[in-house]
């Protein structure tokens, strides 16, 4: 890489690290630049895989008040997410590098649809909160968890959003409190992910530290500073990127 890539790299990385804090798809940031850089599509998943684990164990610390009491949610639901996080690791790198190319753009474009969406699924995990029905903390959770997490090993963009809607769909919590668990189950999704990759995968140790060290620092930021940030030019943003990396992987 050249030393402008390098700073776009690491640039990348801090926002994704401060965005998937807040509400997830960073990867949205990250994959177009790690393309842009060169890097075939399935290395540039694979190392930001790996360079995302330090952004998602950093958030998951910023949030660590808002945790109190969900220990054994968090523990029960990371064990779907970690079984998940194996089979979409795996699946990407069984399936033939032709298929991640015709995928990829796909589940691009279903995450920005979800980014766009965003703000529903928000006012629908509010509006849950405030009511007074029962918990739905069950099978069903862990089912969806699961699954989700399938897509979150495989190519990781939204899928914090994907559980913020599920978990606000069946779960009477405050948002902050479920951003939370959904920050640990993103950590626990990349960390079993990346572990898979070191053994299993090729990938690029300059982009895995750049993004590594801008994630890091892109966690603690996102906790800090995230919830200051205009929602509508976050989102704008972000579909602005996902597009572009739609149109470098549709034209590779």
């Given at each position: 890489?050249?030393?402008?890539?390098?700073?776009?790299?690491?640039?990348?990385?801090?926002?994704?690290?401060?965005?998937?804090?807040?509400?997830?798809?960073?990867?949205?940031?990250?994959?177009?630049?790690?393309?842009?850089?060169?890097?075939?599509?399935?290395?540039a998943?694979?190392?930001?895989?790996?360079?995302?684990?330090?952004?998602?164990?950093?958030?998951?610390i910023?949030?660590?008040?808002?945790?109190?009491?969900?220990?054994?949610?968090?523990?029960?639901?990371?064990?779907?997410?970690?079984?998940?996080?194996?089979?979409?690791?795996?699946?990407?790198?069984?399936?033939?590098a032709?298929?991640?190319?015709?995928?990829?753009?796909?589940?691009?474009?279903?995450?920005?649809?979800?980014?766009?969406?965003?703000?529903?699924?928000?006012?629908?995990?509010?509006?849950?909160?405030?009511?007074?029905?029962?918990?739905?903390?069950?099978?069903?959770?862990?089912?969806?968890?699961?699954?989700?997490?399938?897509?979150?090993?495989?190519?990781?963009?939204?899928?914090?959003?994907?559980?913020?809607?599920?978990?606000?769909?069946?779960?009477?919590?405050?948002?902050?409190?479920?951003?939370?668990?959904?920050?640990?189950?993103?950590?626990?999704?990349?960390?079993?992910?990346?572990?898979?990759f070191?053994?299993?995968?090729a990938?690029?140790?300059?982009?895995?530290?750049?993004?590594?060290?801008?994630?890091?620092?892109?966690?603690?930021?996102?906790?800090?500073?995230?919830?200051?940030?205009?929602?509508?030019?976050?989102?704008?943003?972000?579909?602005?990127?996902?597009?572009?990396a739609?149109?470098?992987?549709?034209?590779?």
């Amino acid at each position: 890489m050249t030393g402008w890539e390098m700073l776009a790299v690491f640039a990348a990385g801090t926002g994704a690290g401060a965005i998937n804090t807040v509400v997830g798809s960073g990867t949205l940031l990250t994959f177009p630049v790690l393309l842009a850089t060169g890097l075939p599509p399935v290395t540039a998943t694979v190392s930001n895989a790996l360079g995302l684990v330090p952004g998602s164990v950093s958030g998951a610390i910023g949030y660590r008040s808002e945790l109190a009491g969900q220990r054994r949610r968090v523990l029960r639901l990371a064990v779907g997410a970690a079984a998940g996080s194996l089979v979409g690791a795996t699946l990407l790198l069984v399936l033939p590098a032709a298929a991640f190319e015709l995928i990829v753009p796909v589940l691009v474009g279903l995450a920005l649809v979800l980014v766009v969406l965003q703000p529903r699924i928000s006012a629908r995990v509010r509006r849950r909160a405030a009511g007074q029905g029962e918990r739905k903390d069950g099978p069903l959770l862990s089912a969806g968890i699961t699954l989700a997490s399938v897509y979150g090993g495989y190519f990781a963009a939204a899928q914090g959003i994907i559980y913020l809607s599920l978990m606000g769909s069946l779960l009477d919590e405050p948002l902050q409190r479920l951003n939370a668990v959904k920050n640990v189950l993103t950590a626990v999704v990349n960390g079993v992910a990346a572990v898979f990759f070191l053994f299993a995968a090729a990938f690029d140790w300059t982009a895995v530290a750049l993004v590594a060290a801008g994630s890091a620092l892109g966690g603690q930021l996102g906790a800090r500073y995230g919830r200051r940030l205009s929602p509508r030019a976050l989102r704008v943003f972000i579909v602005t990127v996902g597009l572009v990396a739609i149109t470098q992987l549709v034209l590779r």
